[in-house]
């Protein structure tokens, strides 16, 4: 059965999308820890992310690093941190959150629970800084 994050990548369940190549996928985290919590998935279901091949795996980097550099333009924070936790979806996905102090990074912290139009304003805003 495909990974709710591969049904995202084929339209099936709708997503706040930032960006996508051929290879690679950036959403907004419906659950976000922070406002700007972004996800970046391959767009081939793999589970672990050291799984991926390494010069896949470094071409997401790189694509991630380019959503991270308009996140930082967009909102505001002191840098955008990186997390790789991997047990909530089996699917390999890169978190990136804008951060003002460590503790922002907390997974354990409240999720926040924006509204449809500031999902939407928030994915433009950073869509239009890449």
């Not at 099936?12 to 960006?19: G, L, R, V, W």
């Not at 793999?46 to 390494?54: E, K």
């Not at 991630?64 to 089996?90: F, N």
């Amino acid at each position: 059965m495909a990974s709710i994050f591969s049904r995202i990548v084929a339209g099936e369940i709708p997503s706040y999308k930032i960006a996508e190549d051929d290879e690679f996928y950036a959403f907004l985290d419906i659950n976000p820890v922070k406002k700007g919590h972004t996800l970046v998935i391959p767009k081939a279901e793999t589970d672990y992310i050291f799984d991926i091949g390494d010069d896949t795996l470094g071409r997401m980097m790189i694509f991630a690093k380019k959503i991270a550099k308009a996140m930082e333009t967009a909102i505001e924070c002191k840098r955008i941190g990186v997390a790789v936790v991997g047990l909530e979806v089996p699917h390999a996905h890169i978190h990136l959150i804008p951060i003002v102090k460590e503790s922002d990074m907390l997974f354990g912290n409240p999720k926040l629970k924006p509204d449809q139009g500031e999902m939407k304003a928030i994915a433009e805003k950073i869509k239009a800084n890449l």
